[in-house]
């Protein structure tokens, strides 16, 4: 049997720290505790959901700042104010 993928506690705090960074409402932002092969980034009603990838996170976690700019509808989840 495989062994359970997880995401480290330190990079689920890196994710939220970038997406704190861009002003989005921390309530609105979903990080999944289960890492995806590439990562992904999407949109989904209220929310943005991330799953990081489940390798070479320190460079998917560079570029996630300019990944979550291009998202259309993000701009929707920022902190009012």
Do not use: Q
């Not at 705090?13 to 995806?36: N, W």
């Not at 990562?39 to 009603?45: K, P, Q, V």
């Not at 943005?48 to 996170?57: A, D, F, H, K, M």
Request: charged residues 25%; hydrophobic residues 50%.
């Amino acid at each position: 049997m495989a062994a359970l993928k997880v995401v480290k506690p330190a990079d689920l705090r890196r994710a939220l720290e970038i997406t704190d960074s861009l002003g989005l409402h921390r309530e609105a932002v979903r990080v999944s505790l289960e890492p995806k092969p590439a990562g992904t980034l999407r949109i989904a009603g209220p929310h943005l959901l991330i799953s990081l990838p489940e390798t070479e996170v320190d460079v998917w976690l560079a570029g996630l700042a300019a990944r979550v700019a291009a998202v259309e509808g993000v701009g929707a989840l920022k902190r009012s104010g």
